[in-house]
Structure formats: structure tokens, C-alpha cells
């Protein structure tokens, strides 16, 4: 009897190793059921026993290293505290931050998706046509479809690389506007490292005006909507 204890428990870290191999080679998260399906259906609560154990053994080694949710799976991460070190090893290869008018734009798009650009344009007061571009190349937002407005106006919404580029594993993990709104009136918020706050007109309350509301697909009269008078931004 004790003889297989020993033997299960080796086979167990077997699979601890498997996981943390194949989490390791991923460049992208990968569910449970993912995760199960290469590890020859072992099933996915012990997939997801071994995530934790690996954890566990992370937080006790000190490791500067963890499994994260994210994305609705889990990625093998550095851990936050380490992140000024990290923007140090990649600083002047890659350009990683978004500009203030992309943080804008994005943020409209989190909140109100699925949105037209005109209800966009509405929000900000200027000519998004090129920071929509930038953030569909970095694929941070996609089509979602049309409108039922008049002239059936594109709409768009975020992607699972949106979740990945800021650490959440579902939409619903957004900071509600109320608490952003609290955030911002009892702190100077800095966003990655851009001076400039949060503009508050970007989240209008229900009820005003300005804005579109929560919920609703069909814009402005058209994608050509003449009331935006700015030019074009780009990152």
C-alpha cells in the first residue's frame, strides 16, 4: 500500500513538472481543459491541483515567478512587484506603451462595447480614426459586428489580448466607474508612467447627456458624422 502512495505521488509531481513545462513554453494562457487535452486527459482538477501546488511552492522558494489566471487561462508570469525591472530589460526594444489618446479610446471601448467610432468620436471630441487602427494592429480591439443605426455603423470591442495586456482574466474584473471615479478625486493616478490623469468626461454617468449610454449599438447618424471638426490621431 505504501508502495503505491509513493508511486501516485511521483506520478503527481510528474504532472506538477508537465504543467510548469508546458506553461513555461507558452507564449499565450492556456485553460484547463487546454492543459488536460496535451497532458493526455488527466482531467482538470488535477491541472488545476497542480497549478496551485506549483504556487505554492513559488510563494515558499521566494520565487519571482507565478501561474496567473488570465484571460480565462492561466500563463506562467513574473510577478508585479518585479515589473520596474522588467520595463528596464526591454526599455528602447520594444515599444510596449500605448499613448494617452490609445489609454483614451481603449478605455471608451472597455466600458461601452460594443461601440461604433462615431460614438467614440462623441465622447473624446476628435477624429479616432487612427488610434482605432493602432489598437486593432496591436489586435486590443476587434469588429464586433454592425450597428442598427442608420448606415449599420462597425462596431467594436475588446479582444483576449486586451485582457492579457492589463493582467485581468474577464471584462467583469474592470474597475467599476464609481470606483474609478473615487480613485481619481483622492489620488494623482499615473498610467504607465503618463503624467496626465484620466480624463472623467470619458465615463459619463447614465442619464447625461454627451454620451452614449451603456447597452446601446446604434450611434450618431452615421460612421461620417460631420460634428468632429479635430484631426486625425495617431500614435
Same mark, same amino acid.
Given at each position: 500500500?505504501?508502495?503505491?502512495?509513493?508511486?501516485?505521488?511521483?506520478?503527481?509531481?510528474?504532472?506538477?513538472?508537465?504543467?510548469?513545462?508546458?506553461?513555461?513554453?507558452?507564449?499565450?494562457?492556456?485553460?484547463?481543459?487546454?492543459?488536460?487535452?496535451?497532458?493526455?486527459?488527466?482531467?482538470?482538477?488535477?491541472?488545476?491541483?497542480?497549478?496551485?501546488?506549483?504556487?505554492?511552492? %513559488?510563494?515558499?522558494?521566494?520565487?519571482?515567478?507565478?501561474?496567473?489566471?488570465?484571460?480565462?487561462?492561466?500563463?506562467?508570469?513574473?510577478?508585479?512587484? %518585479?515589473?520596474?525591472?522588467?520595463?528596464?530589460?526591454?526599455?528602447?526594444?520594444?515599444?510596449?506603451?500605448? *499613448?494617452?489618446?490609445?489609454?483614451?479610446?481603449?478605455?471608451?471601448?472597455?466600458?461601452?462595447?460594443?461601440?461604433?467610432?462615431?460614438?467614440?468620436?462623441?465622447?473624446?471630441?476628435?477624429?479616432?480614426?487612427?488610434?482605432?487602427?493602432?489598437?486593432?494592429?496591436?489586435?486590443?480591439?476587434?469588429?464586433?459586428?454592425?450597428?442598427?443605426?442608420?448606415?449599420?455603423?462597425?462596431? %467594436?470591442? *475588446? *479582444?483576449?489580448?486586451?485582457?492579457?495586456?492589463?493582467?485581468?482574466?474577464?471584462?467583469?474584473?474592470?474597475?467599476?466607474?464609481?470606483?474609478?471615479?473615487?480613485?481619481?478625486?483622492? /489620488?494623482?493616478?499615473?498610467?504607465?508612467?503618463?503624467?496626465? /490623469?484620466?480624463?472623467?468626461?470619458?465615463?459619463?454617468?447614465?442619464?447625461?447627456?454627451?454620451?452614449?449610454?451603456?447597452?446601446?449599438?446604434?450611434?450618431?447618424?452615421?460612421?461620417?458624422?460631420?460634428?468632429?471638426?479635430?484631426?486625425?490621431? *495617431?500614435?
Amino acid at each position: 500500500m505504501q508502495k503505491k502512495l509513493i508511486m501516485d505521488e511521483a506520478q503527481l509531481e510528474e504532472y506538477r513538472a508537465i504543467t510548469e513545462a508546458v506553461l513555461f513554453a507558452s507564449d499565450a494562457p492556456l485553460s484547463l481543459t487546454e492543459l488536460s487535452r496535451i497532458m493526455d486527459d488527466v482531467g482538470e482538477d488535477l491541472v488545476g491541483g497542480c497549478i496551485e501546488d506549483l504556487n505554492e511552492k %513559488y510563494v515558499r522558494g521566494g520565487h519571482g515567478f507565478e501561474i496567473r489566471h488570465v484571460a480565462n487561462g492561466y500563463q506562467l508570469s513574473s510577478k508585479v512587484d %518585479y515589473a520596474k525591472w522588467i520595463r528596464r530589460l526591454y526599455r528602447g526594444r520594444i515599444p510596449s506603451r500605448l *499613448t494617452q489618446a490609445a489609454l483614451e479610446c481603449l478605455s471608451i471601448v472597455a466600458y461601452k462595447q460594443p461601440i461604433s467610432r462615431s460614438e467614440v468620436e462623441a465622447i473624446r471630441g476628435v477624429n479616432v480614426d487612427g488610434v482605432l487602427r493602432t489598437l486593432l494592429d496591436r489586435n486590443l480591439i476587434r469588429i464586433a459586428g454592425r450597428g442598427e443605426g442608420v448606415g449599420r455603423p462597425i462596431l %467594436y470591442a *475588446t *479582444t483576449g489580448d486586451f485582457l492579457r495586456y492589463f493582467g485581468l482574466n474577464k471584462l467583469s474584473d474592470l474597475p467599476k466607474l464609481d470606483e474609478l471615479n473615487e480613485l481619481l478625486k483622492d /489620488q494623482d493616478i499615473e498610467l504607465d508612467e503618463v503624467e496626465e /490623469q484620466l480624463d472623467q468626461s470619458l465615463f459619463p454617468r447614465p442619464g447625461r447627456s454627451g454620451g452614449p449610454r451603456p447597452g446601446r449599438s446604434d450611434g450618431p447618424a452615421d460612421e461620417t458624422d460631420g460634428k468632429v471638426v479635430s484631426t486625425d490621431e *495617431t500614435e
